[in-house]
């Protein structure tokens, strides 16, 4: 018996000090949870590489879309369609993975250092466009590609100025300069630039201009040969694209709208975006490189508007569509990476005690938060409710609340003080309502740290799987392409 026991005691002895070897070995040389500590390397564990190069990349990208959107978005296309089997294209993906977001100097990120993590491959401050905290400006895998003789493309449903495609085009201290960033865009001979935002392109003289300046960056693109489509969705739309073009189209002075706001015969969707991105650059002989992003996404989980989000995540996924369609012709030359770069307003599938989601309330609704306009007058807000919120039977409980809300906004005050001070507090209320229908629950209007997941398709896609850090997407893309991410003198 005393022999067993010391058997035992000397296993014991060698399995704790072989634990204590490899969690010394393991540790990271820098913990991640010293803000800024980690930029520049990351101790993680390697996927095999593939010799592989793909020809056509594709950077998908949902602006505040983690696993809660997307899943949302999966419960709302079954009940649209009625087919329990439906699914989003996003899901189907073989490969699948999830990515850490946080910021050089926070845990919550922004779509700023988000973006350029996805866009350069390094941390960097919240705010900061492809630049290290520091000011040094790294460059991105679109710059990379462009500079081995790819195509390229940044598409976005934003103003191409904002976070995310700025990080993949230009180099600033804060995303807060759109008309200094818009500079940077005019310089970087993007093969096919489309979103949003013309308003920071043209001279402080022209209508609906942001800048402070007389700068007509559109008339840069022109001298370049670009084929220019500044708040033109129908001549874009016509357009027929020949090998050598070049395009930029910024199709409206702001933001492109909401899905649900967005109207099909004056406004091209997400899909026909990417799928004319697709038709010019394929016409390239290197191959391409292209960033899409679903970036109305974000403003609709700050909004907590449920349908809104949803209706976003299935427009972006129509867009994977049109990539995963060009895949299936070229499965030995394609890779498709779909991620998010944050998530938006902590979207819970669940509602108090009750276990029950009720999506289908979701339906009836026909415009985003953005279209109710409550100026004072309550009846006829009311029958706006009824019309396009599909709120016809609101209890006397609901309308008490929507009354309180509008008690608040004619006293000019937030629903609570944590509140976007875009939002009104009678939309606000109409979200929660909504929501709680639902059965679904926001914890925030701000951004959470929470993990995004990742799926992937083609050559290469094996490696984006497992649980990484988000500047491995761009690390791992320019180590398929042999691309160099460095810094920038």
């Known amino acids: 018996m005393f022999k067993q026991r010391k058997v035992l005691s000397s296993i014991l002895v060698v399995a704790m000090v072989a634990l204590l070897i490899t969690s010394l070995t393991s540790t990271p040389t820098n913990a991640w949870w010293i803000f800024g500590e980690d930029s520049q390397e990351e101790s993680q564990v390697k996927t095999k590489q593939t010799n592989k190069q793909p020809k056509y990349v594709f950077l998908f990208i949902g602006d505040g879309m983690a696993a809660s959107q997307r899943q949302l978005a999966s419960y709302f296309l079954k009940a649209k369609t009625g087919n329990q089997d439906a699914q989003l294209t996003m899901n189907k993906l073989p490969v699948g993975g999830m990515n850490t977001t946080y910021a050089s100097n926070t845990l919550v990120t922004d779509s700023a250092a988000a973006g350029t993590a996805l866009a350069t491959g390094y941390k960097t401050n919240k ?12 460059r991105t895998i679109i710059e990379a590609a462009e500079a081995k003789g790819m195509g390229t493309g ?24 759109p008309n200094q960033i818009a500079e940077d865009i005019a310089q970087s001979n993007v093969d096919f630039l489309a979103g949003g935002g013309y308003r920071h392109f043209i001279p402080k003289t022209a209508k609906k201009s942001e800048r402070k300046d007389n700068k007509n960056l559109v008339k840069v693109f022109k001298d370049k040969d670009y084929k220019t ?15 050598g073009d070049k395009v930029f189209a910024p199709l409206t002075a702001s933001h492109l709208p909401y899905e649900l706001d967005r109207n099909p015969n004056t406004t091209p969707s997400l899909a026909e975006i990417t799928q004319k991105g697709i038709n010019t650059l394929v016409k390239h002989d290197n191959g391409f490189v292209m960033m899409v992003e679903g970036g109305r996404i974000d403003y609709a989980g700050h909004a907590n508007s449920p349908a809104t989000v949803a209706n976003d995540v299935l427009a972006f996924d129509k867009a994977v569509q049109k990539a995963y369609r060009f895949y299936k012709k070229h499965p030995k030359e394609t890779l498709i990476v779909v ?52 709120l016809t039977n609101l209890t006397a409980k609901e309308k008490a609340k929507i009354e309180k809300a509008m008690n608040l ?3 000019g005050k937030k ?44 050559v290469g896609a094996n490696n984006f799987s497992g649980y990484k850090d988000n500047t491995q997407v761009a690390k791992e893309m320019a180590n398929l392409l042999d691309l160099k991410l460095t810094n920038l003198k």
């Open 127 to 138: 705010g900061m466009i492809g630049q290290l905290p520091n000011g040094t400006s790294v």
């Open 415 to 458: 629903l609570v003080n944590y509140m976007p001070g875009w939002m009104s507090p009678v939309n606000a209320m109409v979200a929660k309502i909504v929501s709680a229908r639902a059965g679904l629950f926001w914890t925030t209007y701000a951004h959470t740290g929470t993990a995004v997941p990742l799926t992937a398709a083609g």
């Open 229 to 243: 489509f500044v708040g033109d969705p129908q001549g874009f739309r016509a357009y027929k694209p020949k090998k």
């Open 409 to 411: 906004a004619d006293a």
């Open 154 to 177: 940044v598409i976005s449903t934003m103003r191409l100025t904002h976070a995310t495609p700025a990080s993949f085009l230009a180099h600033n201290e804060s995303r807060y300069n």
């Open 339 to 390: 991620t998010g770069d944050h998530e938006t307003g902590g979207l819970g599938l669940g509602f108090k005690n009750n276990y029950f989601l009720n999506i289908d309330k979701l339906l009836p609704i026909k415009s985003s938060l953005d279209q109710l306009n409550y100026t004072g007058d309550r009846k006829a807000f009311f029958t706006s409710l009824k019309k396009d919120y599909g």
